[in-house]
């Protein structure tokens, strides 16, 4: 099968892959680790890898030219929220970093009203803060879908149309793709996506990528990929991207054969897997060539991590005291325990460890809790791979009041709406 390259508007993707937005987890550290490992070699061994730049990434990498090129794959950042970003929340400002060699810059906005969100957009893009923004209206967290964000908000149709449309208009002037990024729809009585899509495509969106599940099934059972076929029949001009369960780089290829898609986008298959973009990489050109690593390798990626998390703790995006180095290792080791389980499932090193490196609080301490483990432990094979990170039932979606009578906005509604943002975290 030949999978051929993605552009996305102006920017050519040399591998069809995208690293999924994820709260919490996709910020420019881990980012930098999965291109890392896309871009080849082992990124925790001295002088692998081919990214260049800054190690720890003090650079917020403001006020470059947009890239046109993007090294193996778009890499996006966890969601920021509009009003937080034109508010200049401290936290949002660090999300939307990115390190000096990034490319492209990939910023993803969540927002629900045109004005906000195109505000947003022309801030980001007049200060030089990135090359991409996707527009999330996948999230199905019921405190969004209450006031009726997130995967809730593609049902209003005019007002879905509005908000891409302002996005892509203040993206324009500079060059900028926007695309967006969806569910099928709130429940499988009202699915969104095909008309989504075609709104996205009309509005100027560069391409549309379906997470193909609905709001109810939130991550439960298997992600549906022949919606992301019925996609690409009605979305003709501009790329589709399938999301949802791919856990591998066979998956990635299956998921291309089997529904026609311009690219895969993946979200928790690399949790604690960073190296699964050398796989992506390797399976999209053909290749059989798979990273196992050792747990020596696994521990040294893991540390890797923390480095880097250390570097954009400790970023001073202007917008207050940047911390201080002993205060952003405590940070940077805080966020490593949620990737503890992850990087270690599958591996032999008992529970006592496993405790152990989820409370680390220094750098010091992870190197004296990992100093006795047998780093030549090999490659576990299947109990390493396969699903991880959210999972769970479906549920009821919690919509406001009369929400699915009409496509359209109507009374209190607008109301609910002014405070959907107010909460927001993922997808
Ligand atoms: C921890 C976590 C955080 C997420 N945060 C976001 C987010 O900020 N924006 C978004 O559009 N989707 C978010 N998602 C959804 C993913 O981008 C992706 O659509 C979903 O996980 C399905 O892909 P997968 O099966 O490859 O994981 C998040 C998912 C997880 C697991």
């Known amino acids: 099968m030949d999978v051929v390259p993605l552009r996305i508007g102006p920017i050519d993707v040399a591998t069809p892959v995208v690293l999924a937005p994820m709260a919490g987890i996709t910020n420019r550290a881990f980012r930098r680790l999965c291109r890392e490992w896309a871009l080849g070699g082992h990124p925790a061994a001295p002088g692998a890898g081919q990214c260049t730049g800054a190690d720890a990434g003090q650079d917020p990498g403001r006020g470059r030219r947009p890239g046109l090129a993007a090294d193996a794959g778009v890499f996006v950042s966890e969601m920021v929220t509009s009003r937080a970003l034109l508010e200049r929340n401290e936290e949002s400002l660090r999300l939307i970093t990115h390190d000096p060699d990034e490319h492209p810059r990939s910023v993803q906005l969540y927002g629900v009203d045109p004005d906000i969100v195109g505000s947003a957009v022309r801030m980001l893009l007049a200060e030089g803060r990135a090359d991409h923004v996707d527009l999330n209206f996948g999230c199905p967290v019921p405190k969004v879908t209450r006031k009726g964000g997130g995967s809730a908000l593609p049902w209003k149709s005019g007002l879905f149309a509005r908000v891409v449309g302002s996005a892509v208009r203040a993206a324009e002037p500079h060059g900028v793709p926007v695309t967006v990024k969806m569910r099928k729809g709130i429940d499988a009585d009202h699915l969104t996506y095909l008309d989504a899509g075609r709104i996205a495509e009309a509005e100027g969106a560069a391409a549309v990528a379906l997470h193909a599940r609905t709001a109810a099934d939130y991550y439960s059972g298997t992600a549906d990929w022949s919606a992301v076929a019925r996609l690409k029949e009605v979305v003709t001009t501009v790329p589709v991207l399938g999301n949802g369960d791919v856990w591998s780089a066979d998956d990635a290829v299956r998921m291309v054969a089997e529904t026609g898609c311009d690219g895969v986008v993946v979200g928790r298959g690399c ?93 010091a301490e992870f190197d004296e809790v990992v100093a006795g483990l047998d780093v030549a432990q090999p490659y576990p094979g299947s109990p390493a791979e396969g699903q991880r990170g959210r999972g769970g039932a479906s549920r009821r979606v919690t919509l406001p009041d009369g929400w699915l009578d009409s496509r359209e906005i109507e009374g209190s509604q607008a109301v609910d709406l002014a405070y959907a943002e107010l909460p927001a975290s993922g997808g």
Do not use: N
């Open 271 to 363: 949790l604690g897997r960073p190296w699964l973009f050398a796989d992506l990489v390797a399976g999209m050109a053909g290749r059989p060539e798979r990273v196992r690593p050792s747990l020596g390798e696994v521990l040294a990626t893991m540390r890797r991590h923390v480095v880097l998390l250390v570097g954009y703790y400790a970023t001073d995006v202007g917008a207050g005291e940047a911390a201080g180095p002993a205060l952003a290792e405590q940070r940077a080791c805080r966020d490593i325990r949620k990737h503890v389980a992850w990087y270690l499932k599958g591996y032999v090193v008992g529970h006592e460890v496993r405790a152990r490196l989820a409370l680390v609080s220094s750098l």
